[in-house]
C-alpha cells in the first residue's frame, strides 16, 4: 500500500472512493430472472435452483424443527457463545423501544404517536461456504423485540446445514426457517410459494445476487437497504497505534477483494507506518490473497491530511458502514462527524465487537448509505401512527386557518367538512 494526499486526489479517484455502489453489476438481470421464475413456478424453481447454485438436493424447504435439535445438540461453549452475544444484542434493541405518546398541545388540541409493529418479515441470512450465526441474531432479534408476530428466514440449503446458525435463528426467536439462498430466497420471502409464507418486508445482507434481488422486488415489498461489500474507515492522530488501524483495515478485507477500507490522518509518519503495518498482516492471514486485493482496490487506501479536520471531512464524504476513531480526543472527533453507520470508539473497541457480540447491530449501509439512513434497529420493523383528538372549542380556534388553506389550494370540500361543524351555530 501507498500514501496519498487527500488534497491532491483527482476527480476520478474521489469518484472511486465516495461514489461506491452496491457492487451489484451484471447480476441484475440474472436476479430479476430468477425473481421471476420463482413468482411463477414457487417450490420448483427452490429445488432447482438449490440444485443448479447450489449443488444440494432439497427435500424440505421447510427446516423450522431443525432448529432447536440444532441448539440442544450444539458444542456447550458455542452456545453459551450464541446465548451471551444474543443478550447483548436483544438488550441493546429493547433500550430502542420507542413508547406510545399524546400530549395536549393548546386547550382541546390533542396530538400524539403510537408505534406498531410489520406483521410478517422476513431475513435473509447468510450461508453456503462459510456460516453467520451471528447474522442470524442480528436480522431476527430486533423484529421480535419490536414485537413482530412472524418471522420467516431464508438461508442457503446445504447437504448439512450449519449447526450453529441454525441454533443461533432458534435463540433468537425465528418463527419459520427455509433453506433457499441467494436471489431466489429473497423472492421467495417476497411474494411467497407453496411452503414459504409471503413477507411484507425482507431484511438482511448478502452477496450481488442477493442485493439485485431486493432491488428487483422493492415496491412489491419494503426492504431495509441495498447493501454492497463491508467497508471500514479510521480516523487516527499521532497517539494511534499503526498496528491496531492495520488490523481494523485487515479485519474488513478478508471479507471480499471489493472490501473497502481505508485509514485517514494527519500524520505522515503514522500513515506510512499503517501502510507498513497491513502489508506485514495481510502476509500471515489466511485469505493473504483476498485481503490484499481489497486493500488495492480503487476505493481503499492510507490518505494523509494537511491537518486532523482535512483527515475527518474525508472520512465524513467517505460515510462508511464502520468508522474507527483511533485518537487522544476521540469524542471531540466524533462530534464533528454525522456520516457512518456504526462508531467504534478508541483503541479498545475492536470493529470485531460490533460484529459479534457488543449488542449493536452489524448488518449496517454500504457504499455511502450512511449519508441519508441507518442500520438495522427495532424501528426497522416498526410502523408509526399519529393520533389526534380536537374538542370543539379547538376546531373552531382552527376554523379560518383551515378553511382558508383549504380553499387557497382549490378544495371547496375540505373546508366545508369543517363548516359543517358549525352548522348549527349560524
Not at 491532491?8 to 453489476?25: C, H, I, N, Q, Y
Not at 501502510?275 to 498482516?281: L, P
Not at 457488543?358 to 438495522?376: C, I, K, Q, W
Not at 371547496?412 to 351555530?425: G, L, N, T, Y
Amino acid at each position: 500500500m501507498d500514501v496519498r494526499d487527500i488534497a491532491t486526489l483527482g476527480p476520478d479517484e474521489r469518484r472511486a472512493l465516495f461514489e461506491r455502489d452496491s457492487g451489484v453489476g451484471d447480476a441484475g438481470e440474472v436476479a430479476r430472472e430468477v425473481v421471476e421464475r420463482v413468482r411463477t413456478e414457487g417450490d420448483v424453481a427452490l429445488r432447482e435452483y438449490a440444485r443448479e447454485f447450489d449443488d444440494v438436493e432439497v427435500g424440505n424447504l421447510d427446516v423450522t424443527d431443525e432448529t432447536e435439535r440444532a441448539y440442544e445438540e450444539l458444542d456447550e461453549d458455542l452456545r453459551d457463545r450464541i446465548e451471551t452475544a444474543a443478550a447483548n444484542v436483544r438488550e441493546f434493541h429493547e433500550a430502542q423501544l420507542p413508547e406510545d405518546w399524546r400530549t395536549e398541545f393548546s386547550p382541546g388540541r390533542e396530538l400524539g404517536r403510537r408505534f406498531r409493529p410489520i406483521e410478517r418479515v422476513g431475513a435473509y441470512v447468510p450461508g453456503g461456504g462459510a456460516a453467520y450465526p451471528s447474522s442470524a441474531l442480528m436480522t431476527v432479534l430486533p423484529a421480535k423485540v419490536a414485537g413482530v408476530p412472524h418471522v420467516a428466514v431464508c438461508t442457503p440449503p446445504a447437504a448439512d446445514l450449519n449447526q450453529a446458525t441454525l441454533a443461533a435463528l432458534h435463540v433468537a426467536g425465528a418463527d419459520a426457517v427455509y433453506q433457499s439462498g441467494g436471489a431466489q430466497a429473497v423472492a421467495a420471502l417476497a411474494y411467497g410459494t407453496e411452503t414459504v409464507s409471503a413477507v411484507e418486508k425482507v431484511v438482511g445482507p448478502g452477496n450481488r445476487f442477493v442485493t439485485a434481488a431486493k432491488a428487483a422486488v422493492r415496491g412489491d415489498v419494503a426492504i431495509d437497504f441495498l447493501a454492497g461489500p463491508s467497508e471500514v474507515a479510521v480516523v487516527a492522530d499521532s497517539s494511534a497505534d499503526p498496528a491496531l488501524v492495520a488490523a481494523e483495515m485487515v479485519a474488513q478485507a478478508e471479507h471480499d477483494p471489493n472490501a473497502a477500507v481505508v485509514a485517514a490522518t494527519d500524520d505522515p509518519d503514522l500513515a506510512e507506518a499503517i501502510c507498513e503495518a497491513c502489508d506485514a498482516q495481510a502476509a500471515e492471514r489466511e485469505r493473504a490473497d483476498t485481503v490484499r486485493e481489497a486493500l488495492s482496490n480503487e476505493a481503499s487506501g492510507v490518505f494523509c491530511g494537511r491537518s486532523m479536520p482535512e483527515a475527518v471531512l474525508f472520512v465524513e464524504e467517505y460515510a462508511a458502514e464502520h468508522l474507527a476513531i483511533h485518537a487522544e480526543d476521540d469524542e471531540a472527533l466524533l462530534e464533528r462527524i454525522t456520516n457512518a453507520g456504526s462508531v467504534f470508539l478508541g483503541p479498545d473497541t475492536p470493529v470485531a465487537a460490533g460484529d459479534y457480540a457488543s449488542g449493536t447491530n452489524h448488518v449496517l449501509p454500504t457504499g455511502g448509505g450512511a449519508r441519508v439512513t441507518g442500520g438495522l434497529s427495532v424501528e426497522t420493523f416498526l410502523r408509526s401512527t399519529t393520533v389526534q383528538r380536537l374538542s370543539h372549542d379547538a376546531l373552531a380556534d382552527l376554523r379560518d386557518t383551515v378553511t382558508g388553506l383549504a380553499r387557497a389550494e382549490g378544495l371547496e370540500a375540505h373546508a366545508e367538512s369543517v363548516e359543517k361543524r358549525f352548522d348549527d351555530e349560524e
